[in-house]
């Protein structure tokens, strides 16, 4: 246990990866310095037909778990620390209700179960790289990329609407994995710019910059299940009374964005 100067203020940040969470205490002064960490694993399910699934309360159990741990450690007061943030694996598909609880489990970016929805979705026709033409190059022009792969979100998207249509009328919202989290401490809806990118359903045109009505109707998504768009260094709001409890944080934490694995 570090000897901590009284002005000194601490961030907490949170790795959310595949297969388990590292949670990391950092002093913020003339320099940034690591105090603490932990880590906690979660299970990550691999079904027979291509399916891999993950529980999101057990990454938001196991983010309370390491909180408190790195809190204990330290003897850190919560009032020290000014904000939490995220580094997180990207293009899950998190579908949940108007509570923010999920629908059905989560779908990781490894479930490659989708392929009748991509077939139909954007390889038929005169195709290049397996995609038809015209879409490709609407896709292209509109969002910088095509949603080619089984392992695209929105084809496990069209999955869930296809195959669990129960399922599919409790969505309200469309998140990624952090956005989930991100919920949890705050009750908001969003999704960071660079998972909006992942989604392949933003457009990346100057002075158009945001969700694309024309893509949405092109993979025939329903553009209100997408959340309003922030940037990672935007603060989301401040931590929930319940949250708080539950991580042994103060109240009205403030919370930011953070990034996907791949783009940070």
């Known amino acids: 246990r570090g000897i901590v100067m009284k002005d000194t203020s601490f961030v907490i940040t949170y790795d959310v990866g595949t297969t388990g969470i590292k949670t990391c205490l950092f002093e913020i002064g003339e320099t940034i310095k690591l105090v603490s960490s932990a880590m906690k694993g979660y299970s990550l399910k691999v079904l027979d ?5 993950q529980d999101p309360n057990e990454w938001w159990e196991a983010m309370c778990f390491t909180t408190r741990e790195v809190l204990e450690k330290t003897d850190i007061e919560p009032s020290k620390i000014k904000g939490v943030s995220f580094c997180s694996q990207m293009q899950g598909l ?4 108007k509570e923010g609880k999920p629908v059905r489990p989560a779908m990781s970016y490894m479930d490659q179960r989708a392929r009748e929805e991509l077939q139909k979705g ?5 195709q290049i790289a397996g995609s038809n033409i015209f879409k490709l190059i609407k896709a292209l022009r509109i969002t910088g990329a095509v949603a080619a792969s089984v392992k ?16 599919f009328k409790r969505v309200y919202k469309w998140l990624d994995v952090k956005e989930f989290l991100i919920c949890k401490l705050t009750g908001k809806f ?5 998972s909006a990118f992942a989604t392949l359903l933003y457009d990346i045109r100057k002075g158009k910059e945001g969700w694309s009505k024309d893509i949405c109707k092109m993979y025939g998504v329903n553009i209100e299940h997408l959340p309003e768009i922030i940037k990672s260094t935007d603060k989301v709001g401040g931590i929930t009374k319940e949250a708080a409890e539950q991580l042994g944080l103060r109240e009205g934490t403030p919370v930011f964005g953070g990034g996907g694995d791949a783009s940070l």
């Open 190 to 194: 969003v999704m960071t710019e660079d």
């Open 49 to 53: 037909n291509e399916g891999v699934e």
């Open 122 to 126: 954007i390889a038929y026709g005169i």
């Open 152 to 167: 695209d979100p929105v084809w496990k998207y069209k999955w869930v609407e296809n195959k669990e249509p129960e399922n």
């Open 94 to 97: 998190v579908l949940v209700d």
